[in-house]
């Protein structure tokens, strides 16, 4: 009889505990006033970089850079953004997801001065950020697409751009590692940069021509692979060095010739060895040995070295200043979905970019080229700072101009992060669950497949299709994602923990929109959950609504 009664309770003391750990697990990270601990803001605080004199002086050049050209052109300057908008962009820019619920409370604990700088630094050093940039490289450098069976493995190198960005590796150290690669692709990852163009000439070998013109691109901004069958008819490319001259069917293969030394031997991987580069130039009838050469800045080649060694340090030199202005403009179209010219990976050697890229760019160079730096710096500016919205009637030249945050349409990617993320209080990393991680690995790869990718053009502004619209409305990762589900879903917890309706809506629009409702849509929908029979429903209509507006699938 004692017995039978010890074991029931020691069961029912066992089921109480866990009911409290569930309960505390849901409760965690969420609260309608303020979710985190001074402990929280404590660290928090402590990642805020101090600014060096040296730091603020670089800031300073670029926003006087474009202090200079707004004043030129007698345009008129939005006015800062609030620390949620600008908090959005940087989530949305380095992780690929809106702000978390538990991360606006974290920062609530700091001074509005302190949240940026501390949201920022913080971002930088997590995995997630590592992970995500990881992928938007990889596009970069091989593509989007699957490359040769065996030859080729995509994760293994997403991972080791991953643990480079981790470990804030030296951007030029990272780009000769590429280039000057040798091994197999699984135990050496970055000899998937020549592996992916196994199998796409006759010999099976890394294809000199796909490798030429994904390093001009790539690195170095340039637009030359129009001319691997013909010269430049079209004045469209200039090179050269005193002199910039048209672009000739020479210069790319010379290009190209670089990386004919890279064989690959099924069993050792690629290898260096002496192979000629042959060609047969346009309107000629015989193939020709082609010789290695740099289309501009030629002084800058070493004599010493393997071909593909004196190619990286070229790419690389100090000196060669295009390979740090196009670094600049890539992490700036990363950071504001929009790149500086026409397209980021077309910078004529003649073009006149803002002044502030060559601000930028000569300060990664002076820095070691130092990716998080330059980020900061970006973050910093004042033009990542304004407002999308003015008192003024903006217009293009206002979005040109930098002198308001241009709108821009969020990749598939980020549009499904950020529904993903919305339905979650706490921060989704890999301090989350294992089932919560593959949840959203899931849904981001189910969505993008339905949504549409697009692929390789990451800055691609196309107008939203119908079928994007119904895949929003109609689709599956919305309404299962805005749902109740009082264990995974903010929609319960919201409704569980929050106790006045104001507090329900503010909750609500911080976790899908990052920001506050203003008051006459605090108004509609306390109005409609004053008036609901059952709350939770309101508020699955509420993350609907939201879920399905125009602002989320937009940064501004």
């Not at 008819?233 to 010739?257: P, Y």
């Not at 000629?276 to 030629?298: D, G, H, K, S, W």
């Not at 980020?414 to 993903?420: E, F, H, K, L």
């Amino acid at each position: 009889m004692f017995k039978r009664i010890f074991t029931l309770t020691g069961r029912l003391a066992l089921l109480a505990v866990v009911a409290v750990m569930a309960i505390s697990y849901l409760a965690a990270g969420f609260d309608a006033g303020n979710t985190s601990t001074q402990a929280e803001a404590t660290f928090l605080a402590s990642t805020v970089t101090t600014d060096s004199g040296d730091f603020a002086a670089a800031v300073q050049r670029m926003n006087d850079a474009f202090a200079t050209n707004w004043s030129t052109a007698e345009i008129e300057i939005a006015d800062p953004a609030d620390w949620l908008t600008v908090g959005r962009r940087i989530a949305l820019a380095l992780v690929g997801t809106g702000m978390s619920l538990q991360e606006i409370r974290d920062l609530e604990l700091l001074s509005e001065g302190e949240r940026i700088e501390a949201y920022l630094d913080k971002l930088l050093t997590q995995s997630r950020h590592h992970d995500y940039w990881a992928e938007r490289f990889a596009r970069v450098y091989v593509g989007a697409e699957d490359g040769p069976f065996i030859q080729f493995r995509r994760r293994r190198f997403r991972l080791w751009l991953s643990d480079n960005f981790a470990a804030n590796r030296p951007y030029d150290e990272l780009v000769r590692t590429l280039v000057t690669a040798n091994g197999l692709p699984t135990d050496r990852p970055e000899v998937n940069f020549l592996t992916v163009t196994n199998g796409t000439n006759e010999e099976g070998q890394p294809d000199p021509i796909r490798l030429a013109a994904r390093t001009s691109r790539a690195f170095l901004g340039l637009r030359i692979d129009c001319m691997q069958c013909h010269d430049d008819f079209l004045g469209n490319v200039s090179l050269g060095d005193d002199e910039l001259r048209t672009g000739t069917q020479k210069d790319f293969h010379s290009l190209a010739a670089f990386y004919s030394s890279a064989r690959f031997n099924g069993f050792q991987g690629i290898r260096s060895e002496d192979h000629p580069y042959e060609y047969q130039f346009l309107n000629t009838t015989e193939t020709v040995t082609v010789p290695t050469a740099v289309p501009f800045a030629t002084g800058l080649v070493p004599d010493e070295g393997s071909p593909r060694e004196r190619l990286a340090t070229w790419l690389t030199h100090p000196e060669n200043k295009q390979f740090a202005r196009a670094t600049v403009c890539r992490i700036w179209a990363l950071l504001f979905g929009k790149s500086v010219t026409a397209a980021v990976d077309n910078l004529p050697l003649d073009a006149e970019l803002h002044p502030a890229i060559d601000v930028l760019a000569s300060d990664f160079t002076a820095h070691g080229y130092d990716l998080r730096r330059l980020i900061r710096l970006i973050v910093m500016s004042r033009p990542f700072q304004l407002d999308s919205a003015a008192d003024f009637e903006v217009t293009a030249a206002h979005e040109q101009l930098w002198s308001v945050f241009p709108l821009v349409r969020l990749r598939p990617e980020q549009v499904a992060g950020s529904v993903i993320q919305a339905a979650r209080v706490k921060t989704i990393d890999r301090e989350s669950s294992l089932v919560v991680q593959l949840m959203k690995f899931g849904g981001v790869n189910d969505f993008v497949e339905r949504y549409g990718d697009i692929g390789e053009d990451e800055f691609d502004q196309d107008s939203v299709t119908i079928t994007q619209r119904l895949i929003m409305l109609n689709g599956e990762m919305v309404s299962e994602y805005g749902e109740a589900n009082p264990v995974l879903n903010s929609c319960s917890h919201i409704n569980m923990f929050a106790k006045q309706d104001n507090d329900v809506i503010d909750s609500t629009y911080l976790c899908v929109l990052n920001r506050l409702p203003d008051e006459e849509e605090r108004d509609v929908f306390a109005n409609r959950l004053a008036s609901a029979e059952d709350r939770i429903y309101a508020i699955e209509d509420l993350y609907w609504v939201l879920l399905n507006s125009s602002e989320l699938t937009w940064n501004h």
